[in-house]
T-cell receptor, first 113, second 113 residues
Framework: AQSVTQLDSHVSVSEGTPVLLRCNYS??????LFWYVQHPNKGLQLLLK??????LVKGINGFEAEFKKSETSFHLTKPSAHMSDAAEYFC???????????FGPGTRLSVLP | GAGVSQSPSNKVTEKGKDVELRCDPI?????LYWYRQSLGQGLEFLIY????????KSGLPSDRFSAERTGGSVSTLTIQRTQQEDSAVYLC???????????FGPGTRLTVL
């Protein structure tokens, strides 16, 4: 069975500083991994995905994530935070054994002026 | 093209009543998922449809919940004899199975009084 841990329920950064949102996963198989963002009162939007190609994945809005198998991690980063990045971020794992996507509990990102 | 649509956007009902929530997936998407998101929580998988295969109902919380997908397109999630703990945002997503990326609808906010 797959599982996802997002180590921080809330992260607060100042505008222009780096963002790090942590995600660790557990999977019996080589997983597919995703990051989704949910802005207030908006639908979920895919930021990026890892599907066993390059371990460093670039997504939209300047975000990227690195798949580290040895650490079972898929942390999300951005070099410089923008006010519009304030949202809820979900790390998602999908195993090859089925179509069940497992969502992490989410990390709320606040960006301070 | 059009994204995933859901109706109604908001539904307020009384405890014990039945409700139906509708999802229109992206045209051509063979996979359809229902999730539930309670206040401040991550997403809870409910049910998954893939083409003409039997649905994966492993996430349905009780036998009061059921879903069907007609003609491989529109899906309806039905909750019978609603309870206050059913109050949540119900999200629908669709995908082209071979690419795995899910596209989410805006959700239906259900409030059970």
């Amino acid at each position: 069975a797959q599982s996802v841990t997002q180590l921080d329920s809330h992260v607060s950064v100042s505008e222009g500083t780096p963002v790090l949102l942590r995600c660790n996963y557990s999977s019996s198989y080589s997983p597919s991994l995703f990051w989704y963002v949910q802005h207030p009162n908006k639908g979920l939007q895919l930021l990026l995905k890892y599907t066993s190609a390059a371990t460093l994945v670039k997504g939209i809005n300047g975000f990227e994530a690195e798949f580290k198998k040895s650490e079972t991690s898929f942390h999300l980063t951005k070099p410089s935070a923008h006010m519009s990045d304030a949202a809820e971020y979900f790390c998602v794992v999908k195993g090859t054994g089925g179509q069940n996507f497992v969502f992490g509990p989410g990390t709320r990102l606040s960006v301070l002026p | 093209g059009a994204g995933v649509s859901q109706s109604p956007s908001n539904k307020v009902t009384e405890k014990g009543k039945d409700v139906e929530l509708r999802c229109d997936p992206i045209s051509g998407h063979t996979a359809l998922y229902w999730y539930r998101q309670s206040l401040g929580q991550g997403l809870e998988f409910l049910i998954y449809f893939q083409g003409n295969s039997a649905p994966d109902k492993s996430g349905l919380p009780s036998d009061r919940f059921s879903a069907e997908r007609t003609g491989g397109s529109v899906s309806t999630l039905t909750i019978q004899r609603t309870q206050q703990e059913d109050s949540a945002v119900y999200l629908c997503a669709s995908s082209l199975a071979e690419f795995n990326e899910q596209f989410f609808g805006p959700g239906t906010r259900l409030t059970v009084l």
